[in-house]
């Protein structure tokens, strides 16, 4: 195994137990994020990422962090010092996600790392420093939104007597043209009446007494 890349982000207050974040790629083909380099008290140390533990409540069965006084579901209240301890004595609130399993491995890492850590505090003096621990993927991300941006463009085709042209677009089908009735010739349009009919309408109940 080799560690081909190490990469740091470091704290804003340089007097806190926690001094920074790190990311190591394993032969250029596997990450491991969330690394801390934590001040301890024989020297600075690399802890591996980690997740909290948890247990579950009597009443409800949801799960709460070991250090949860009340169910975060029901609110029952939950026992005092639920956690496991370890040989020294200490509550094992923590659980390692990613670990070396042997100390040979753990060694490695840290030296690797504390090194890095050492050259990025020496960096970060400079004018323009930029971390780059959070600039995982930011490439590919960059390349996928050209790629969208150029399939949206249209397409432009040689033409005849200019140098480009733009192809429209495909016009959508017309329906069939109906033609409307003749309000003249129509059946349903309103006719003259003829002479004899006016003279009828006209005369009409004209000897009722």
């Known amino acids: 195994m080799e560690i081909t890349e190490v990469r740091i982000k470091l704290m804003d207050d340089p007097h806190e137990r926690l001094q920074g974040f790190c990311s190591i790629t394993l032969d250029h083909c596997f990450v491991i994020r969330d690394l801390k380099i934590i001040r301890g008290t024989k020297g600075s140390f690399v802890a591996m990422p980690s997740r909290k533990l948890t247990d579950r409540c009597p009443r409800c069965d949801t799960k709460n962090h070991l250090r949860a006084n009340y169910c975060n579901n029901c ?5 005092p010092d639920r956690a496991a301890k370890d040989e020294q004595g200490r509550a094992k ?3 390692d996600i990613a670990h070396p399993i042997n100390s040979e491995c753990r060694e490695k890492i840290q030296q690797r790392v504390l090194k890095a850590y050492e050259e990025e505090l020496v960096k970060a003096q400079q004018p323009g420093y930029r971390c780059t621990y959070d600039d995982y993927g930011e490439e590919a991300y960059a390349t996928l939104e050209e790629d969208r941006s150029q399939e949206t463009q249209p397409v432009i085709v040689p033409a005849k007597g200019s140098s480009h042209r733009i192809e429209p677009a495909a016009s959508q089908p017309q329906p069939p043209h109906v033609p409307q009735p003749d309000p003249k010739t129509s059946s349903d349009a309103p006719t003259q009446p003829t002479t004899a009919e ?3 309408q006209d005369d009409f109940g004209a000897g009722v007494v």
């Open 75 to 79: 609110g029952v209240a939950l026992k």
């Open 198 to 200: 006016k003279v009828t």
């Open 93 to 95: 609130l923590y659980a």
